[in-house]
């Protein structure tokens, strides 16, 4: 499979709205088809701790390899799925091949990792979400505080009862709550005090450019900070440049993903680069 690709098929958004409607749902026909067909597949880019660049978690994007269209991005098929309704059958495809892959790779490792997997606020909201979390850790004997769940501050409607009584129980079970894209979505932070909330993570658009912008530099400290005075985590995303990665480690940001360190890759390599970072650390030990 060619991950790289870079195809951008579309739903044209020049279409009426009948015809737009007809498009969706042939979009959602086909996402279905191409479940079963195993048109879906999961990559992995590592999360290092900055202080040392060593490899402590990955974060599972999702990949779909169209037969006609190629390599569809996450950002256009997750958004329809949302819009149809149908993103719950991605997220339990997402959740399943993660929980597999971080058992698979765990069983080999004195120091667990982590995995993060990114829900949409209609997963977390759906009755049935924590018993079928709970059933699929239960299934690989997976410790909860393993996975970390990836929602992004849109998501996150603080009048929506059942999303928050949700996160709620998710937290009891033990798993962590991250927040995607951090300062992005809304000004409104009210939420940071109503839910139960274990990381931040620093949008690209701030982390990647912290050398170059001061603003993109204040708001990154500012970030950090807010997740000091929270006691949750940080992580920084999309680190490309060893200058931006400089700023961010004495910012005292503590993770950190991006091309700088790795992209994302599939299962088999992803082991690779865990067999040799290992091989490096016992040449250095
Ligand atoms: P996200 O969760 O914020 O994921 C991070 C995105 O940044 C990924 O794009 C990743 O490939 C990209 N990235 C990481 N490091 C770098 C870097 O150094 N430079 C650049 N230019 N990009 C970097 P991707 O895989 O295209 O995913 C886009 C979005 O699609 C994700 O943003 C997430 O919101 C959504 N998504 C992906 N997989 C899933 C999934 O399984 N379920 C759901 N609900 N959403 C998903
Ligand atoms: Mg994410
Ligand atoms: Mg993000
Ligand atoms: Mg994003």
Avoid at 127 to 142: P, S, T
Avoid at 174 to 201: E, M, R, V
Wanted: with cysteine.
């Amino acid at each position: 499979v060619d991950i790289s690709s870079d195809d951008v098929p579309l739903v044209p958004s020049t279409l009426s709205n009948a015809e737009e409607l007809i498009e969706r749902f042939k979009f959602e026909v086909d996402i279905e088809k191409g479940l079963q067909n195993d048109q879906f597949y999961m990559i992995y880019q590592p999360i290092v701790q900055l202080a040392d660049g060593r490899i402590r978690g990955f974060e599972a994007l999702m990949r779909w390899q169209h037969p006609e269209w190629g390599n569809v991005p996450p950002d256009r098929f997750i958004d329809v799925a949302e819009a149809m309704g149908s993103v719950g059958l991605l997220t339990e495809f997402a959740l399943v091949e993660a929980c597999q892959s971080l058992a698979r790779i765990n069983r080999s490792r004195d120091r667990p990792l982590f995995a993060s997997v990114n829900i949409s606020g209609q997963d977390v909201g759906r009755a049935g979400f924590v018993d079928f979390l709970e059933h699929l850790l239960d299934l690989h004997d997976l410790d909860p505080k393993m996975i970390k769940l990836e929602v992004t501050e849109t998501a996150l409607l603080p009048e929506d009862d059942q999303v928050a009584a949700n996160l709620v129980l998710l937290r009891q079970l033990g798993c962590g709550i991250s927040i995607d894209d951090f300062g992005t979505g809304y000004s409104n932070l009210g939420y940071l005090k109503a839910l139960p909330l274990t990381a931040l993570k620093i949008d690209r658009a701030f982390a990647g450019d912290v050398s170059k912008n001061p603003v993109s530099r204040s708001i990154v400290r500012l970030l950090v900070g807010l997740g000091r005075e929270l006691g949750v985590d940080v992580i920084a995303e999309g680190l490309e440049a060893q200058e931006d990665v400089e700023i961010l480690c004495e910012s005292g940001c503590r993770y950190a993903q991006g091309f700088h360190f790795y992209k994302p890759m599939l299962l088999p390599q992803l082991e690779a680069c865990l067999s040799a970072e290992r091989a490096n650390h016992q040449d250095v030990a």
